[in-house]
């Protein structure tokens, strides 16, 4: 088929996608309906070009699992809690109480997505060629790529499963998959099948596929102008990113950092604007709840770090006014729901926090007008007290007014203050004085986010530091990885500089394992996709939210910072170690400040219960506090949703299987 005609195709598609047809996608989007018997095959599903509409009915599965995959991890984490408009099943969710009527739990659609995959992957021939090029194997790897990340949600939600890898075809081979496989057993195996084919196929067959640009999804009820679009490459998940998140829940922490350095490895080279952790921090707003600044900040000094423009870090959810979809830069995957009812799977994800996203006027109630979406004021979710207890205390960094006598020249001193982390007033912005009523703007958008670029990141930082690696870790907080890390090396210390020693805290060897083998990320060949230009394009999360973290002189270090929650755990845990500090503590500390970052930067996205879950597991099996030290530290994370079962035994972690 000639390209033309693919893109006329595309396009057909994407409106069977978005419509929820009944035609060519019903074979897809009905495989697992028991109320069928059968599974209605297509015989073109080997010609170059019509396996898209295959690929387009798994999408409109994962559509399907959307809200429960949303509604399983962020009701059952720390950051939100339900109000008392909220339903009975979100409730449930939050305490731990959810049984099999629960409206956000059927392993069914969850299974939907993975069947969808089975008979595409058993039955897609992969050898076809368009000229020269294989034109199949980009989406054969992509499917390969859902089905593992279906499984992987299953796993963390339910534990063991029944593990399926070929097309279901009836209703009785459905009621005949009973018996359950051991979790991990399912993860292995899907991590070997990535593995193969990632071993098997170069960076450019393991890319995402590429049918188009962006396609318009229509317009929402409330404003004929705002047509929103999608990128259909953003529907499908990075191999390698999978890849590592299947590894990392493994606990196999090498193998997961190396997947998360291929991904952004390989991205960096076809990236012509290389991958961005997004730069932009703080946007001080007065007038719509912003911090108070100390007397001796210093405006001048502290510029680069604050941010006023359309940069800011919540632009990243914000779909942009002619685009109509979140930021193409940072985000990596998400599910687009439809603007409408008449146009395909809608969500109640915005509607819990407040959003009449399929209002038919714009009678907006809150002075905010948060990206133009209708409001109300019955939201069912709110964050949780304990989320803006520590974002609004959390210690802010900036360049003081104050001179360093110590320093000929001048120089100002960094300090710290707890005036909250910045990324909480751009989530969160209250309606008038009613702090009751705080609208969380990224629910707004009606897309359901799964991978962003600091998602990569901060995992990679997650496996770096169970690899023993604490300071790497810590570097993807204050600095970002790139080439200026050389100078936080401890060998790059100058006693005339007068800055501490300790401040030059990465040991050399940890330093030289991203110069070589499989981390090689700042070596001779890849440092120029790593290296800053004058924007600095790549910088450290933390930096989104907390100021001036990155510079030498910052009291942001890692001795300090990280001892001090070393001092913290002791004592809320009252755990045995005393006096000196082991590498087994700051590596425990440090995961903490990790799942805080988590926090910060994906609040209200959808995965706080498997994260705090899977950091949870691999606390138990470190035993550096004890062999159930992280089901204590899970429970007490928990301990404000009121749970109905006692979250000390792992068994209660998961949902009934239905």
Not at 101 to 130: A, G, H, M
Not at 487 to 504: G, L
């Given at each position: 088929m000639?390209k033309?005609?693919h893109?006329?195709?595309?396009?057909?598609?994407?409106?069977?996608?978005l419509?929820?047809?009944?035609?060519l996608?019903?074979s897809c989007?009905?495989?697992?309906n028991?109320?069928?018997?059968r599974?209605?095959?297509?015989?073109n599903?080997n010609?170059?070009?019509?396996?898209v509409?295959?690929?387009?009915?798994i999408m409109?599965?994962?559509?399907?699992l959307?809200?429960q995959?949303?509604f399983q991890n962020e009701m059952r984490?720390?950051?939100?809690?339900p109000?008392s408009?909220?339903?009975?099943h979100?409730?449930?969710?939050a305490?731990f109480?959810?049984?099999?009527e629960?409206?956000y739990?059927?392993?069914?659609?969850?299974y939907k997505?993975?069947?969808?995959?089975?008979?595409?992957?058993q039955k897609?021939?992969?050898?076809l060629?368009s000229?020269?090029?294989?034109?199949?194997?980009?989406?054969f790897v992509?499917?390969?790529?859902?089905?593992?990340w279906a499984?992987?949600?299953?796993?963390?939600?339910y534990g063991?499963?029944p593990?399926?890898?070929s097309p279901?075809m009836?209703?009785?081979?459905?009621n005949?998959?009973?018996?359950?496989?051991?979790y991990?057993t399912i993860?292995q195996?899907q991590?070997?099948?990535?593995q193969?084919l990632?071993?098997?196929y170069s960076?450019?067959f393991?890319?995402?596929p590429?049918?188009?640009?962006s396609?318009?999804?229509g317009?929402?009820n409330?404003s004929?102008?705002r047509?929103?679009?999608?990128i259909p490459?953003?529907c499908?998940?990075?191999i390698?990113?999978?890849?590592?998140?299947i590894y990392l829940?493994?606990?196999?922490?090498k193998?997961a950092?190396?997947a998360y350095?291929?991904?952004?490895?390989?991205?960096?080279?076809?990236?012509?604007s290389?991958i961005?952790?997004?730069?932009c921090?703080?946007l001080f707003?007065?007038?719509?709840g912003?911090i108070?600044l100390?007397?001796?900040?210093?405006y001048i000094?502290?510029?680069k770090?604050l941010?006023?423009?359309?940069?800011?870090w919540d632009?990243?959810?914000?779909?942009d006014l002619?685009?109509?979809?979140p930021?193409e830069?940072?985000?990596?995957?998400y599910?687009p729901?439809?603007v409408?009812?008449?146009?395909?799977?809608?969500?109640?994800v915005?509607?819990?926090?407040?959003y009449d996203y399929?209002?038919?006027?714009?009678n907006?109630?809150?002075?905010y007008?948060?990206?133009?979406c209708?409001?109300?004021?019955e939201m069912?979710?709110q964050p949780?007290?304990?989320y803006?207890?520590?974002?609004?205390?959390?210690?802010?960094y900036?360049i003081s007014?104050?001179?360093?006598p110590?320093v000929?020249?001048?120089?100002y001193i960094?300090?710290?203050?707890?005036l909250g982390?910045?990324?909480?007033n751009?989530i969160?912005?209250g309606?008038?004085?009613d702090?009751?009523?705080?609208?969380?703007?990224?629910p707004?958008?009606g897309f359901i986010?799964l991978?962003?670029?600091?998602?990569v990141?901060?995992?990679?930082a997650e496996?770096?530091n169970r690899?023993?690696?604490?300071?790497?870790a810590?570097?993807v907080?204050?600095s970002g990885?790139?080439?200026?890390l050389?100078?936080?090396v401890?060998?790059a210390?100058?006693?005339?500089?007068?800055?501490p020693?300790?401040?030059?805290?990465?040991?050399?060897n940890?330093y030289?394992?991203?110069?070589e083998?499989?981390?090689?990320?700042?070596?001779?060949a890849?440092?120029p996709?790593?290296e800053?230009?004058?924007?600095?394009e790549i910088?450290?999360?933390?930096?989104?939210?907390?100021?001036?973290?990155?510079?030498?002189?910052s009291?942001?270090?890692?001795?300090?910072v990280?001892?001090?929650r070393?001092?913290?755990i002791r004592?809320?845990?009252?755990?045995?170690?005393?006096?000196?500090?082991?590498k087994?503590?700051?590596?425990?500390a440090v995961?903490?400040?990790l799942?805080?970052?988590y926090?910060?930067e994906?609040?209200?996205?959808?995965?706080?219960?498997s994260?705090l879950?899977?950091?949870a597991?691999?606390?138990?099996a470190?035993t550096?506090?004890?062999a159930?030290f992280g089901s204590?530290w899970f429970?007490?994370?928990?301990?404000k949703?009121?749970?109905?079962?006692?979250?000390l035994?792992p068994?209660?972690?998961y949902?009934?299987?239905?």
């Amino acid at each position: 088929m000639a390209k033309g005609n693919h893109t006329s195709y595309f396009v057909h598609c994407t409106s069977y996608f978005l419509l929820m047809s009944v035609c060519l996608l019903a074979s897809c989007a009905d495989m697992l309906n028991t109320k069928s018997s059968r599974l209605v095959t297509d015989p073109n599903l080997n010609d170059k070009t019509d396996s898209v509409f295959y690929a387009y009915g798994i999408m409109q599965a994962m559509q399907q699992l959307a809200d429960q995959y949303y509604f399983q991890n962020e009701m059952r984490g720390d950051l939100v809690a339900p109000t008392s408009n909220a339903t009975t099943h979100l409730k449930n969710l939050a305490d731990f109480s959810a049984g099999t009527e629960n409206k956000y739990d059927s392993v069914y659609v969850y299974y939907k997505v993975i069947n969808n995959c089975n008979y595409y992957l058993q039955k897609r021939d992969t050898t076809l060629l368009s000229g020269t090029k294989n034109v199949t194997i980009n989406e054969f790897v992509g499917i390969a790529a859902f089905r593992a990340w279906a499984y992987l949600q299953l796993a963390k939600q339910y534990g063991d499963v029944p593990y399926v890898t070929s097309p279901v075809m009836s209703v009785s081979e459905i009621n005949a998959t009973t018996e359950r496989t051991p979790y991990m057993t399912i993860l292995q195996s899907q991590a070997d099948y990535l593995q193969d084919l990632k071993n098997r196929y170069s960076d450019e067959f393991l890319s995402v596929p590429y049918y188009q640009a962006s396609v318009s999804i229509g317009h929402l009820n409330y404003s004929n102008s705002r047509t929103k679009t999608m990128i259909p490459s953003k529907c499908f998940l990075p191999i390698n990113v999978v890849l590592g998140d299947i590894y990392l829940e493994m606990g196999e922490y090498k193998r997961a950092a190396e997947a998360y350095h291929d991904y952004l490895l390989s991205q960096s080279k076809t990236n012509i604007s290389k991958i961005s952790n997004n730069k932009c921090n703080f946007l001080f707003n007065h007038d719509q709840g912003g911090i108070d600044l100390p007397l001796d900040f210093n405006y001048i000094e502290n510029e680069k770090y604050l941010t006023y423009t359309i940069d800011a870090w919540d632009a990243i959810f914000s779909y942009d006014l002619r685009s109509g979809q979140p930021n193409e830069n940072e985000v990596i995957s998400y599910i687009p729901m439809a603007v409408n009812y008449t146009m395909g799977q809608t969500t109640n994800v915005p509607q819990a926090f407040g959003y009449d996203y399929y209002a038919s006027t714009n009678n907006r109630v809150s002075r905010y007008h948060i990206f133009e979406c209708p409001e109300s004021n019955e939201m069912q979710v709110q964050p949780s007290t304990d989320y803006l207890s520590m974002l609004h205390s959390a210690p802010f960094y900036y360049i003081s007014n104050e001179k360093d006598p110590s320093v000929v020249t001048t120089r100002y001193i960094f300090k710290s203050a707890n005036l909250g982390d910045g990324r909480s007033n751009m989530i969160a912005k209250g309606m008038n004085a009613d702090s009751t009523k705080l609208y969380v703007q990224k629910p707004a958008t009606g897309f359901i986010y799964l991978y962003r670029n600091t998602t990569v990141y901060l995992r990679l930082a997650e496996a770096l530091n169970r690899m023993g690696e604490p300071e790497l870790a810590f570097a993807v907080l204050k600095s970002g990885i790139h080439t200026g890390l050389k100078s936080y090396v401890d060998t790059a210390y100058v006693e005339e500089n007068k800055i501490p020693q300790e401040n030059y805290y990465i040991p050399y060897n940890s330093y030289k394992k991203l110069t070589e083998g499989n981390l090689d990320f700042l070596s001779a060949a890849n440092a120029p996709y790593f290296e800053n230009t004058a924007r600095k394009e790549i910088v450290g999360i933390h930096f989104h939210g907390a100021g001036a973290v990155e510079d030498l002189r910052s009291t942001y270090t890692y001795k300090t910072v990280v001892e001090a929650r070393i001092d913290k755990i002791r004592e809320k845990f009252s755990v045995a170690k005393q006096g000196q500090y082991d590498k087994a503590e700051y590596i425990n500390a440090v995961e903490d400040l990790l799942c805080d970052e988590y926090a910060f930067e994906f609040a209200f996205e959808g995965t706080r219960f498997s994260d705090l879950q899977r950091i949870a597991r691999h606390k138990n099996a470190d035993t550096t506090y004890g062999a159930n030290f992280g089901s204590i530290w899970f429970a007490d994370k928990l301990k404000k949703n009121n749970p109905t079962k006692s979250l000390l035994d792992p068994n209660n972690w998961y949902l009934p299987f239905k």
